[in-house]
T-cell receptor, first 116, second 115 residues
Framework: AQKITQTQPGMFVQEKEAVTLDCTYD???????LFWYKQPSSGEMIFLIY??????QNATEGRYSLNFQKARKSANLVISASQLGDSAMYFC?????????????FGKGTKLSVIP | DAMVIQNPRYQVTQFGKPVTLSCSQT?????MYWYQQKSSQAPKLLFH???????NEADTPDNFQSRRPNTSFCFLDIRSPGLGDAAMYLCATSRGTAKSYNEQFFGPGTRLTVL
C-alpha cells in the first residue's frame, strides 16, 4: 500500500523568503508520480507541480520547485519568494494504479501562513 | 475556459434526507472522481468512473452512490445523510491515460452541512 507523510501540520514564512514543505512517501511501485496541490480557504484544489519517478531532473514551475530524492523517498516542495497569496493548505500526493486509471493518495497536508 | 463545475457550492440538508450533489466538466475527460474531505483532513477518494465503468473504494459506505449519465456529468447521491457526512465534496477529472502522470483537475467543491 502507498503512504504519503507530511510531518509539518503548519508552517510560517516571511513574505519574499523561500520555504520548504516536506513530503516523504512509501511505495513498492517502480513507476509512480508525485504531485503537489494547493488548497486555498475557498476549497478548490490547484495543481502546482508534478515529478515522475523516472525523471532525472527536479521539476520546476515558476516559483515552485520539487526537490526529489528518490533514494530517501522524499519529494519536498520549495516555494521561492513567498507571497501573501501563497497562504493555503498544501497537499503532497502520489499516483497509484487503480481500476482503470491512476488514482491519487494524499498526505494530510501542511498549512502555510505567509507573514507580511 | 474548460473547467470542472460543481453545484451547489453550499448545500444544507437534514439528517436522513437524501441529497444529490452535481459535477460537470467541459474537459471531455474519461475519468471523474468524487472525494470527501472533512475539516483539516486529506481528501478521501469515494469512487470514480472510467467512462461508464464505476469503481468503488472498498471502504466507501453504501450510503454513498454515484451516477454518470454521460461524459460531462456525474452525480453524488447520499441516501440518508448522517451528521458524520458533513464535509467538503470535491469532484475531479482526468484523462485516464495509462501513464503515472495523471493530473487531476478539481472543481471548487460543495460544502455539505447536515442539520
Amino acid at each position: 500500500a502507498q503512504k504519503i507523510t507530511q510531518t509539518q501540520p503548519g508552517m510560517f514564512v516571511q513574505e519574499k523568503e523561500a520555504v520548504t514543505l516536506d513530503c516523504t512517501y512509501d511505495t513498492s511501485d517502480q513507476s509512480y508520480g508525485l504531485f503537489w496541490y494547493k488548497q486555498p480557504s475557498s476549497g478548490e484544489m490547484i495543481f502546482l507541480i508534478y515529478q515522475g519517478s523516472y525523471d532525472e531532473q527536479n521539476a520546476t514551475e515558476g516559483r515552485y520547485s520539487l526537490n526529489f530524492q528518490k533514494a530517501r523517498k522524499s519529494a519536498n516542495l520549495v516555494i521561492s519568494a513567498s507571497q501573501l497569496g501563497d497562504s493555503a493548505m498544501y497537499f503532497c500526493a502520489m499516483s497509484r494504479r487503480g481500476a482503470g486509471s491512476y488514482q491519487l493518495t494524499f498526505g494530510k497536508g501542511t498549512k502555510l501562513s505567509v507573514i507580511p | 475556459d474548460a473547467m470542472v463545475i460543481q453545484n451547489p457550492r453550499y448545500q444544507v440538508t437534514q439528517f436522513g434526507k437524501p441529497v444529490t450533489l452535481s459535477c460537470s466538466q467541459t474537459l471531455n475527460h474519461n475519468v471523474m472522481y468524487w472525494y470527501q474531505q472533512k475539516s483539516s483532513q486529506a481528501p478521501k477518494l469515494l469512487f470514480h468512473y472510467y467512462d461508464k465503468d464505476f469503481n468503488n473504494e472498498a471502504d466507501t459506505p453504501d450510503n454513498f452512490q454515484s451516477r454518470r449519465p454521460n461524459t460531462s456529468f456525474c452525480f453524488l447521491d447520499i441516501r440518508s445523510p448522517g451528521l458524520g457526512d458533513a464535509a467538503m465534496y470535491l469532484c475531479a477529472t482526468s484523462r485516464g491515460t495509462a501513464k503515472s502522470y495523471n493530473e487531476q483537475f478539481f472543481g471548487p467543491g460543495t460544502r455539505l452541512t447536515v442539520l
